[in-house]
């Protein structure tokens, strides 16, 4: 955003306060939104927005020179690079918004001393005097004065910041958190030592002390600009027994290609925030319109060169990498692949990787390479990029879930210029062996009216893989009811819910395929009480345990014993090939899906 309509706005603002009564201190600042992925080091420094202040009282130097030091102070790891220059200090009249000029003369003012303080190097002083000739004239009074810094047109008079990164961190896995760089304001006069900074024991702290003022507000902002979305495909792709598990059976759909060809889902870029590159004017967007429109395939940073293929504000990326694991691994003879379209059609160059004896337990990456970046995320940036599942069609084909364990956009190197942050995130795709699906038979929930209550217990035995768990209740009279997600279960890790608890998770409205099947009213007491089904499609093992427990005479029991099941083998215990050592009583999973 423009400097100057950012000072513009920020004085707008605050004389606006004072025309409408408010007359405590106030501070204001633009708060600029800067993308957290183009801040990568504590050395980078960032032109600061500007941020202004507005007394409450008024400065008069009719009879008398006044002076006085303002600080704006960051947090502890941010820290002040440079002070900038006198000309980014700007006085205005707070009544009238008319700015007053720097200058010796009566009712003009000096910046006597503009420094970084050398102990804590994250406040910036400022130690102003406002000249009188002791005639008396109204123009030395200004009346609740607006002090704003970084306030210069000329970008290089303004004040940096660096300690960024120590603000807004790394971007970590499906990340979208916002982070933000506050500051405060301080007032002082009657200083002993006005080149040095002041402190309530060399001067009198004056407007940030006063009853009702604001001294703190947030100067930039550090949203997340990009996601990575992982989408995985719908449609009833299975294996089909008739060939001995060596071909694909289904209908012609998303996750049905042909008898040999399955799409397991999509990985897509979406525009989760618009802040700026960090220049302060450019938009650190996907569809950047600088030829080539969209991402820029870039194996080193140039941003901030000049050359006429990039410009700030563009994502410039090296790779995008797509990481791809199977519960039961993946057919010898077949492959992996990326397309640009959902039948698989039109592969991604470079994306394919021949599926071996010695690959095929996964995981698997697939790569988008430099050159081909542009065109597979196409003009607006998002793309999606299908993953692509061909067997040879003679090859045992197994039963496996599928799952992005990460899609990585790989940022260009640190050249000349400064590189970007990655964004990565993983997700589910499609099951060729249906997602684990457990009903619990005799589930209490808590609409009851008989004094029993269910306490169900989540295991996730697996060694290695996180289990996302969903629920939904089933109403006995077959309907599908309302659901949502219940744990997400860590390797080994375990959970007991209660009914209530299931009760608050469990919001979402029915959404089976056929509207006939999804219940319009509430789950029902005793005698008509639901089956609450859990599935997880993520997760390779699954165990759940249902107590019934009474309050009030303090009975527990086991109520149906240990639900399971098991879609991974293990050579420790029995066949690597086989699973489902355990029952697993409901046929689909949620919203009657695979």
């Given at each position: 955003m423009n400097q100057k309509l950012i000072s513009r706005l920020v004085m707008g603002a605050l004389v606006g306060l004072a025309a409408t009564g408010s007359y405590a201190g106030q501070i204001q600042s633009s708060s600029v939104s800067i993308a957290r992925e183009v801040i990568t080091t504590d050395t980078q420094a960032v032109t600061s927005p500007t941020v202004a202040y507005r007394f409450s009282g008024d400065v008069d130097a009719r009879l008398q020179n006044q002076t006085f030091q303002i600080q704006f102070a960051l947090p502890a790891g941010a820290t002040w690079n440079t002070a900038g220059v006198a000309a980014s200090i700007v006085v205005a009249d707070g009544q009238t918004g008319t700015s007053v000029a720097q200058g010796l003369t009566h009712g003009l003012y000096t910046v006597d001393t503009l420094a970084i303080d050398a102990g804590s190097p994250n406040v910036l002083y400022a130690t102003i005097t406002v000249h009188s000739d002791g005639s008396g004239l109204a123009a030395g009074l200004i009346k609740q004065p607006i002090i704003s810094i970084s306030s210069s047109t000329v970008p290089a008079n303004n004040p940096t910041i660096k300690g960024l990164f120590t603000v807004v961190k790394a971007i970590e896995e499906c990340d979208v958190q916002v982070k933000t760089l506050p500051i405060s304001f301080k007032h002082y006069v009657a200083l002993s030592a006005p080149a040095s900074l002041a402190s309530d024991t060399t001067a009198t702290p004056d407007e940030h002390n006063r009853s009702g003022s604001t001294n703190a507000t947030t100067l930039i902002t550090f949203p997340t600009n990009i996601l990575v979305k992982v989408t995985k495909s719908s449609g009833n792709a299975?294996?089909?027994?008739?060939?001995?598990?060596?071909?694909?059976?289904?209908?012609?759909?998303?996750?049905?290609?042909?008898?040999?060809?399955?799409?397991?889902?999509?990985?897509?870029?979406?525009?989760?925030?618009?802040?700026?590159?960090?220049?302060?004017?450019?938009?650190?967007?996907?569809?950047?319109?600088?030829?080539?429109?969209?991402?820029?395939?870039?194996?080193?940073?140039?941003?901030?060169?000049?050359?006429?293929?990039?410009?700030?504000?563009?994502?410039?990326?090296?790779?995008?990498?797509?990481?791809?694991?199977?519960?039961?691994?993946?057919?010898?003879?077949?492959?992996?692949?990326?397309?640009?379209?959902?039948?698989?059609?039109?592969?991604?160059?470079?994306?394919?990787?021949?599926?071996?004896?010695?690959?095929?337990?996964?995981?698997?990456?697939?790569?988008?390479?430099?050159?081909?970046?542009?065109?597979?995320?196409?003009?607006?940036?998002?793309?999606?990029?299908?993953?692509?599942?061909?067997?040879?069609?003679?090859?045992?084909?197994?039963?496996?879930?599928?799952?992005?364990?990460?899609?990585?956009?790989?940022?260009?190197?640190?050249?000349?210029?400064?590189?970007?942050?990655?964004?990565?995130?993983?997700?589910?795709?499609?099951?060729?062996?249906?997602?684990?699906?457990?009903?619990?038979?005799?589930?209490?929930?808590?609409?009851?009216?008989?004094?029993?209550?269910?306490?169900?217990?989540?295991?996730?035995?697996?060694?290695?893989?996180?289990?996302?768990?969903?629920?939904?209740?089933?109403?006995?009279?077959?309907?599908?009811?309302?659901?949502?997600?219940?744990?997400?279960?860590?390797?080994?890790?375990?959970?007991?819910?209660?009914?209530?608890?299931?009760?608050?998770?469990?919001?979402?409205?029915p959404a089976h395929a056929t509207a006939a099947l999804n219940a319009t009213t509430a789950v029902g007491t005793a005698g008509s009480a639901p089956r609450l089904r859990l599935t997880t499609e993520d997760g390779d093992t699954l165990r759940v345990q249902n107590y019934l427990y009474n309050p009030d005479s303090k009975n527990f029991i086991e109520a149906s014993s240990s639900q399971g099941v098991d879609f991974t083998g293990s050579t420790d215990r029995a066949p690597a090939n086989e699973g489902q050592y355990q029952e697993q009583d409901a046929q689909k999973g949620l919203n009657g899906g695979n």
């Open positions: 299975k294996l089909n027994v008739a060939s001995g598990n060596t071909l694909f059976a289904g209908t012609t759909g998303t996750s049905f290609i042909s008898t040999t060809l399955a799409n397991l889902g999509n990985v897509s870029l979406v525009q989760n925030a618009s802040g700026y590159d960090s220049n302060l004017l450019d938009p650190y967007i996907l569809a950047d319109a600088s030829a080539p429109a969209g991402l820029k395939g870039i194996a080193t940073a140039i941003h901030g060169t000049g050359s006429a293929v990039t410009v700030a504000g563009d994502v410039e990326v090296e790779r995008v990498t797509v990481k791809v694991s199977a519960s039961q691994g993946l057919s010898v003879g077949g492959s992996l692949f990326l397309a640009t379209d959902a039948l698989c059609a039109a592969p991604v160059a470079g994306s394919a990787v021949a599926i071996t004896a010695g690959n095929a337990a996964g995981p698997i990456t697939l790569t988008v390479p430099t050159a081909g970046v542009n065109a597979a995320f196409g003009v607006t940036g998002a793309g999606p990029v299908h993953v692509c599942y061909g067997v040879s069609g003679t090859a045992l084909i197994p039963g496996s879930n599928f799952a992005v364990d990460a899609a990585t956009v790989v940022k260009a190197a640190a050249g000349t210029d400064l590189n970007e942050q990655n964004n990565f995130c993983k997700g589910p795709l499609y099951a060729l062996s249906g997602s684990i699906k457990i009903d619990v038979r005799n589930y209490a929930n808590s609409t009851r009216t008989d004094g029993w209550m269910s306490i169900v217990r989540l295991i996730n035995t697996s060694e290695t893989r996180t289990a996302t768990v969903f629920g939904q209740y089933i109403h006995a009279d077959g309907m599908y009811g309302k659901w949502g997600k219940v744990a997400t279960l860590a390797p080994r890790a375990v959970l007991n819910m209660t009914p209530a608890e299931v009760d608050t998770l469990l919001t979402n409205a």
